[in-house]
Structures are given as C-alpha cells and as structure tokens.
C-alpha cells in the first residue's frame, strides 16, 4: 500500500507517480484536498488497475490532525483487512 500526497491533480507528480504505481500493480491512496479530482483520478486509476487499486481519500496536508485521521482511514480500509 503506497500513499500519495497530490495524488488527484490531473498535472503533476503526485499524478504520475500514482500512475506508476498502479501500473506496477500496487494499490495506492491518493491523498488530495479536492474532491473533483479526487473522483477523476480515482476513476482513471481504476480503469487502470482495477476497483481495489485505488483508495482516494480526502485530506488536507497542512493540518497535522487531518493527517492522522487519513492515515487511520487507510489503514484500517485498506492495511488492516488484509492481516485479517
């Protein structure tokens, strides 16, 4: 499980290395602040890769608690189901 910060923006690196990612076959949550991308990107990527591939999930980085409630999103959607 890969996180990307800037994952939505159609232009940029977050972009690509999403991108990347999901091609090399990882799943990945896409961390961004606006939605609408958010939805495009998470769509194109799962076009790519398929419905698990991708995880977006809304955050806004400057906010250190915003942080630590999507990192606990993502793990417990993603990371813990797996150990189960």
Do not use: Y
């Not at 419905?51 to 409630?69: F, G, H, Q, S």
């Not at 606990?72 to 813990?80: D, G, I, K, P, Y």
């Amino acid at each position: 499980m890969a996180i990307v910060t800037g994952a939505a923006s159609p232009i940029g690196l977050g972009h690509a290395m999403t991108e990347g990612l999901v091609r090399a076959g990882a799943r990945v949550a896409l961390f961004d602040l606006n939605e609408t991308w958010l939805e495009q990107s998470t769509a194109e990527m799962r076009g790519v890769g398929g419905k698990d591939c991708a995880l977006p999930v809304r955050v806004n980085i400057t906010d250190p608690r915003d942080i630590e409630r999507a990192i606990n999103h993502t793990l417990s959607e993603r990371v813990l189901k797996f150990l189960k």
